[in-house]
Nanobody
Framework: QVQLVESGGGLVQPGGSLRLSCVAS????????MGWYRQAPGKERELVAT???????NYADSVKGRFTISRDNAKNTVYLQMNSLKPEDTAVYYC???????????????WGQGTLVTVSS
C-alpha cells in the first residue's frame, strides 16, 4: 500500500518561489525513485525532476538552474524548490514514486493527486 500526498501549490507572481512537498505513506513497499511531473491544460504530462534513493537527480531542460529536487529518506518525503518561476510553469504538479512490493517483488508506480501551481501577475 502506497499513498502520496502533495502540498505547497498555489498562486505566485512571475519570478517568485514555491516549495512543493510530497509525503509517501507506505506499507509493504520499498521506494526507489521519487519525482515530480507536471501537466498543463491541453498538454501531455511531462517530467520535471527525479531523484533516486542514493541522491542522484535528473531534471528537465526547461527547469535546470531554477528548480531543485531533494529527498528525506527517513521521512519518505520529496521536495521541489521552484525559483524564478515563469508563467509557462503553470500546471498541476504530480508526485511520483516507484519501487517494489516487499512480498510479491512486483514493480509498482504510484501517483499523488496533484497540486496546482499558478504563475501569474
Amino acid at each position: 500500500q502506497v499513498q502520496l500526498v502533495e502540498s505547497g501549490g498555489g498562486l505566485v507572481q512571475p519570478g517568485g518561489s514555491l516549495r512543493l512537498s510530497c509525503v509517501a505513506s507506505v506499507s509493504m513497499f520499498s521506494i526507489n525513485t521519487m519525482g515530480w511531473y507536471r501537466q498543463a491544460p491541453g498538454k501531455e504530462r511531462e517530467l520535471v525532476a527525479t531523484i533516486t534513493s542514493s541522491g542522484s537527480s535528473n531534471y528537465a531542460d526547461s527547469v535546470k538552474g531554477r528548480f531543485t529536487i531533494s529527498r528525506d529518506n527517513a521521512k519518505n518525503t520529496v521536495y521541489l524548490q521552484m525559483n524564478s518561476l515563469k508563467p509557462e510553469d503553470t500546471a498541476v504538479y504530480y508526485c511520483n514514486a516507484d519501487g517494489r512490493h516487499i512480498r510479491s517483488l512486483r514493480y509498482l508506480e504510484v501517483w499523488g493527486q496533484g497540486t496546482l501551481v499558478t504563475v501569474s501577475s
